[in-house]
Nanobody, 130 residues
């Protein structure tokens, strides 16, 4: 059974930085060419795509609202995905979820739709005060 555990959320002020972590584990879980992604859900809003990375290839994709402020990366030895968030604003407040894709991606494209992700973490709260 796949487990994704997020950590690193908290309360920060506008302009601050924060780094989230997502540790992946499971007895038969192989990251391979899966896409690992971060989504977020603000209060009263639908969950939205933030960013994704191909575990093996390393290519990335970012949502327009976080482009140039957020950076996704992975540590192959630790089976961990990171989300570095800089210049945070109140609009970044929400629960951040880590997800692993249902299928492997061998090309340059990466999924953004929730239905393409089969495994989800429990989420970590990020609150940015103005």
């Amino acid at each position: 059974q796949v487990q994704l555990v997020e950590s690193g959320g908290g309360l920060v002020q506008a302009g601050d930085s924060l780094r989230l972590s997502c540790a992946a584990s499971g007895p038969t879980f192989t990251l391979g060419y899966l896409a690992m992604a971060w989504f977020r859900q603000a209060p009263g809003k639908e969950r939205e795509f933030v960013t994704a990375i191909n575990w093996s290839r390393g290519n990335v994709d970012y949502g327009s609202s976080v482009q140039d402020r957020f950076t996704i990366s992975r540590d192959n030895t630790e089976n961990t995905v990171y989300l570095q968030m800089d210049n945070l604003g109140p609009e970044d407040t929400g629960v951040y979820y880590c997800a692993a894709s249902r299928a492997m991606y061998f090309g340059t494209s990466l999924p953004r739709a929730e239905r393409e992700f089969a495994h989800w973490g429990q989420g970590t709260q990020v609150t940015v005060s103005s």
